[in-house]
């Protein structure tokens, strides 16, 4: 049941307005004072319950090198038969010149070299691997809610087909190259070579692969259902996990998504607004005036980053939204006749889509693009752009009294009130999943709700424990 006030009906205002308003003459209403800016802390921690997962399901296609050998040379004046591996003949000619350091192996300085430049020492194996797969999560993005009905605002690009592989399907080429080298130059690589050795080794195998996904489906990741059920048996690649497991598991924690309207893939109007039926109202963003941003302004943009997963975290943290803090550095007019937002916040993958939002906690625009070789220089279209298609697409983008009493929660709570903040909280949690008592979670309570309920008991607790 959505929180509201009874409309008063004509007959029951009539009278008490005019008095008010003849009232009013020899006393005016103060005027409503401008809202305030948010502290960066409450920026984020705002926006964070409307801020979701994208997965884009299609069917796939890849064509991809199935190992490779390090290049040989022939010493001058010898024949093939002398010919040995490029990257240990250097090995041995600077062994001789006294310049290998102590206690350096061959292994080691061959993969110090070839972590430096796989191109320059190894090339590809003329045989290929064709990889197909049907209903497979191809590629993850993310978006914002802005409306409590489910509609929700993303990039094109996040449910479009795709021609940019996903690395996850390089993983096992990868595994057989390392194999291969390390029988060739007499042994594998440290861990610390094989970190540095990773993103070039992925990024020489991109060159000599072909790879498409058709899109077909999404499902959407809002943070009301909970993550921790997912095993933590699997692979380091968030996206391989999901498309290797069981399509139910995936089901489970998301909501099937229909795909309203849309634009066309970045550098065109990258937006598309999508369509979840959650069974409860969820909390929106507002949408502020993205032709008021200026250079200079600060910008927060939320996401799920699938870079910033790394070995050796939980299944869970795939599903905590970050956020990139930075300004903009300029609005930039494009061909279509409109202006992208160019800001230095350091956007990744699976940022595509998400929030960009200014001190009052308003969506000013969406995480479009980014270049990896310049971590500071990326794009957001304007919001003003997804108004378009949510016209287009016959759907508004509107709050209601779930977000007015989470932006009043957290204002009580950043200022230590938390008496009031959690039956702010609290309010909402009624609404979310109204059988519930305090001392019951759910997976249908937003996990950032029921995370600000625990802060407050426990602070209050801690202070009556005190107190006595």
């Known amino acids: ?105 061959q292994a080691e300085y061959c993969w110090d070299r070839i972590a430096d430049d796989p191109s320059r020492y190894l090339e590809f194996d003329p045989q290929t691997d064709d990889l197909e797969q049907q209903d497979a999560v191809y590629a993850s993005g993310s978006g914002v809610v802005v409306s409590p009905d489910g509609v929700i605002l993303t990039c094109k690009h996040v449910v479009s087909d795709s021609d940019d592989p996903d690395i996850s399907a390089l993983e096992q080429s990868a595994e057989n190259i390392v194999n291969d080298v390390s029988n060739q130059v007499g042994g594998p690589p440290s861990d610390a070579q094989e970190d540095r050795l990773a993103p070039k080794l992925v990024a020489w195998m991109l060159t000599d692969t072909q790879y498409h996904a058709t899109f077909k489906s999404a499902r959407v990741y809002v943070a009301d259902r909970s993550a921790l059920s997912l095993d933590e048996e699997v692979s380091d690649s968030p996206i391989a996990n999901l498309s290797a497991s069981p399509m139910d598991k995936l089901v489970s924690l998301t909501y099937p998504a229909q795909v309203l309207s849309g634009g066309e893939v970045w550098p065109g109007k990258d937006v598309a607004v999508l369509k979840i039926d959650a069974g409860r109202p969820l909390i929106a963003l507002p949408l502020g005036d993205s032709n008021l941003v200026s250079p200079g302004g600060n910008i927060y943009c939320l996401g799920f980053p699938g870079a910033a997963i790394m070995p050796g975290m939980k299944q869970e943290a795939d599903y905590k939204v970050i956020y990139h803090n930075g300004a903009v550095g300029q609005t930039m007019p494009m061909e279509g006749g409109w202006n992208g937002i160019h800001i230095t916040a350091e956007i990744n993958h699976g940022d595509s889509g998400g929030p960009v939002l200014n001190e009052w906690g308003e969506v000013v625009g969406l995480n479009v693009a980014g270049k990896p070789e310049a971590p500071a220089e990326n794009y957001a279209v304007p919001i003003s752009l997804a108004e378009e298609f949510l016209n287009e697409s016959s759907v508004s983008a509107r709050t209601n009294d779930l977000t007015e009493a989470w932006r009043d929660g957290l204002t009580a709570f950043f200022k230590r009130d938390y008496k009031t903040a959690l039956a702010r909280f609290e309010q909402i949690r009624r609404v979310q999943a109204p059988s519930l008592t305090i001392l019951e979670t759910d997976p249908g309570v937003n996990r950032y709700v029921q995370d600000k309920i625990d802060q407050c008991q426990e602070a209050l607790d801690r202070a009556k424990s005190s107190s006595n």
């Open 1 to 105: 049941m959505a929180l509201h006030r009874t409309k008063p009906t004509i007959a029951r205002v009539a009278w008490p307005v005019l008095v008010f308003a003849l009232a009013s003459c020899k006393h005016p209403k103060p005027p409503v004072p401008p809202p305030q800016p948010m502290s960066q802390e409450m920026v984020v921690a705002f926006a964070q319950p409307a801020t979701v997962k994208i997965f884009a399901i299609g069917d796939l296609r890849a064509t991809v090198p199935h190992t490779a050998h390090v290049k040989v040379s022939v010493p001058e004046g010898g024949s093939v038969l002398d010919s040995e591996p490029t990257v240990v003949a250097e090995f041995n000619r600077d062994q001789a010149a006294g310049v290998v350091p102590e206690f350096t192996s």
